[in-house]
Each structure stands twice: as C-alpha cells, then as structure tokens.
C-alpha cells in the first residue's frame, strides 16, 4: 500500500532496535515520519531510511506530556513501540510502559489519531514479573483511551541489532561454560522485520480495530534449542549448564550490577519462568502474523546473516565453524 503524500505518522521509540524498523516500512510505505525521541541529535542513523525530508526526529519526551502533545500534533497516526529491559533511574517500568502509554493514548484521543501499540506476548497483570505487569498497565490504559487501538504482542524479537541473540553469541566467545536461566521455558521467536511489517499493516489500516495481535515466528523453541542454534551457527561450543531458577534467582541480585552482556536482574529471571509463545485464541481468530498474511521468517534462516561476526573466522567460516 501507498500512503497519501500527507499523511503523517507520529513514531514515539522509532530510534531503538525495532524502532528503525518500522521507520523503514513505513517510509517505503511514503508516509511522512515525524520520530519523538529524546535525543534527537542522535538518531542521524534514521534519515538514510527514508527520503529527503520524510523523516523528521523531533524531541519528546513520555514523562513529559506537553513534548507528547507537540510530537504528534498533525498526525493521523500515532505508534508507541517505547520500552524498556531493565529500569535505570527515573527510567522504571511503570514511568514508560504503563504510565507512557497512558500519555501517548490520551494525547492521541484528544487529537482524533488512530494508535498502533507494540506491547509484549508476556503481557499479565498477575504476572511475578514487574515487565510484564507494566505491560499489562500499558495496554489497559491505552484500551481506557483509544477503544479502537490495536494493540500488537510480538514473542522474542531477533534481528541484527537485538539484545538477545547478540549477547548469548557474545559470551559464548569468552566464556568456556555459559549458564542457562529457563532451559524448558518455550518462546516463538519472531524476526524483527515481520514485526515491523505488521506495524506498518496496521497503520494502513489492515488490522481489525480493538484487536489485540500475538506475533511468533514459525517455529516453538526452548531457551536452550535457541542458544544452542547461536552456538552452531557461530561455531562456539561452551558447555550449557541450566541453573535452576531459585539459584538463578539468587546471582541476578547481584548480577543487575553487571555490565553488558552479564547483566542479569530478577525481573528478568521472573518472566523467564513463563512460556513467551502465540495463545490458541489468537490463532482461532487470526490475529497473528498468518493472519496479517505474512509468513514469518524462521530464526535458523535468519541468524547467519548477522551472527557471522561472532565466528572465529568471520564471514569466511565453513559450515558454522
């Protein structure tokens, strides 16, 4: 689908790892772009995807409702992919991903703006997990504001850029033994551009108003049968050692100190107890991916163009080694 020259979507998160995603979908859809972004100085990185003059990152910020409103003044509409890992400061779960979406939706009612919300497939208000909980707040807001919002639930993201495949590649080149929290727990990893491209399918307009969209990729993994694809695709062999979790639970609360890729806080060990996979409802009313129409890309298709980085040959490597 082509867009109306004048058509303008506001994109609040649209810097970060799925943020320049659907910044690209949606500018080779031809809508004109306006990114808030707290740093605006530093999403240069943008610009490249889209035309001159399509794209115009502009400064806001969710905890402050005014830059919201300024951010998508005009727009017809408006996407909220912000969130967080980890809370840092002012920075905490329920600052960006419930009382956030508040703002966004409220200001995008006011406004008349249609709203994409990108939530997460681990969505629970009585969830142990504070993620998931401030995601469950988030989505329950913005439903309270834009009854007709659709509201999207992307299992695991992968994709060049993520923090997930990323960092088990990583400490597999430096450490001998890499431990697992979640061995059995079961996701359904999905490419972070077919999340992109059902972003952009529901600001055409394809997706049905008030729905709630689950996304997963083709295929159900365990944690450990994903480490062990990045393993055999970047030609590393660290012994797996699954800690049980109230071990596990135990070193996070000293390893949120970490940095990097070490980092490991309890919140995370939390939702690592739960399955992260499409519900039967969702498939039953064809609110996924496939029923977008789009055929999720696999993660044993995908990984080798990114993780190749991570072999002891690089780009040159044989057979995964």
Known sequence: MTAPLDTLVTVFGGSGFLGRHVVRALCKRD????????????AGHLQPLGKVSQINPVQANIRYPASVEAAMRGASVVVNLVGILTESGAQTFDAVQAEGARVIAE???????????????????????????????????????????????PSVVFGPEDQFTNRFA??????????LVGAETRMQPVYVGDVATAVADAVDGKTQPGATYELGGPDVMTMRQIVELVLAT????????????????????????????????????????????????????????????????????????????????????????
Do not use: C
């Open 107 to 153: 200001a995008a009612s006011r406004i008349g703006a249609r709203v994409v919300h990108v939530s997460a497939l681990g969505a629970n208000p009585d969830s142990a997990s504070h993620y998931a909980r401030a995601k469950a707040a988030g989505e329950q807001a913005v439903r309270a504001a834009v009854p007709s919002a659709t509201i999207i639930r």
């Open 234 to 321: 970047t030609g590393r062999d660290p012994l797996l050692l699954p800690l049980p979790f109230p071990l596990a639970k135990f070193e996070s609360y000293f390893l949120r100190f970490a940095p990097g890729d070490f980092k490991l806080t309890p919140d995370q060990v939390e939702l690592l107890r739960s399955d992260n996979v499409v519900s039967e409802t969702a498939k039953a009313a064809r609110q996924t991916l496939e029923g977008l129409g789009v055929q999720p890309e696999s993660m044993s298709a995908v990984l080798s163009s990114y993780l190749w980085r991570f072999r002891k040959t690089g780009q040159f490597a044989q057979n995964g080694a």
């Open 170 to 179: 990583a400490l597999a080149r430096i450490l001998p033994v890499l431990p």
């Open 31 to 42: 809508y004109r772009l306006r990114v808030g972004v707290r740093r605006p100085e530093l």
